[in-house]
């Protein structure tokens, strides 16, 4: 099975903390091979090698082309967008989960499209771990109500 690294293993391993259109992993498949899940004609999703949820259920949607943001991608990417959500739900199989992207390239490591799959609900405890491991500052308490 799948074993994802740590987040400091993970960028000790890529060597550097963004990756543009010249060196992004995800624009090399055949290096992400030993971890892809399922491969469409415009998309392909993959195990997150550094999964935020610490095990195998962190699961990531990419296109094949070089693509930064959501607003960007063709109708046919959009179209095959609903086969990649049908697999997703398929391999959380009775699991939660949610979804989401991060449409800005404030503490992104990849400058390459991609949406993240994780196992859970996205609960605020959850939701603030997730965003410290990855740099975010949150200096505040916040009550959700």
């Known amino acids: 099975m799948f074993q994802p690294l740590s987040r400091k293993e993970y960028r000790e391993k ?11 992993p995800f624009c090399k498949k055949e290096e992400q091979k030993t971890h892809i899940v399922w491969e469409g004609k415009y998309w392909y999703i993959l ?3 550094s999964s935020y949820s610490g095990d195998h259920r962190h699961i990531m949607a990419v296109p094949y082309e070089h693509i930064c943001f959501s607003k960007d991608i063709s109708p ?7 086969q990649v ?3 997703a739900e398929k391999f959380f199989w009775d699991q939660i989960y949610f979804s989401f992207t991060r449409e800005s390239m404030a503490n992104r490591s990849v400058e ?4 993240h799959f994780l196992v859970g609900k996205l609960q605020w405890k959850f939701l603030r771990k997730m965003l410290e491991v990855q740099w975010f500052p949150i200096t505040q308490e916040l009550n959700i109500n």
């Open 14 to 24: 890529m060597g550097k903390e963004v990756y543009g259109k010249d060196d992004s």
């Open 47 to 49: 195990h997150n090698l």
């Open 76 to 82: 046919e990417h959009f179209q095959e967008l609903q």
């Open 85 to 87: 959500h049908l697999i």
């Open 112 to 115: 390459h499209l991609h949406m």
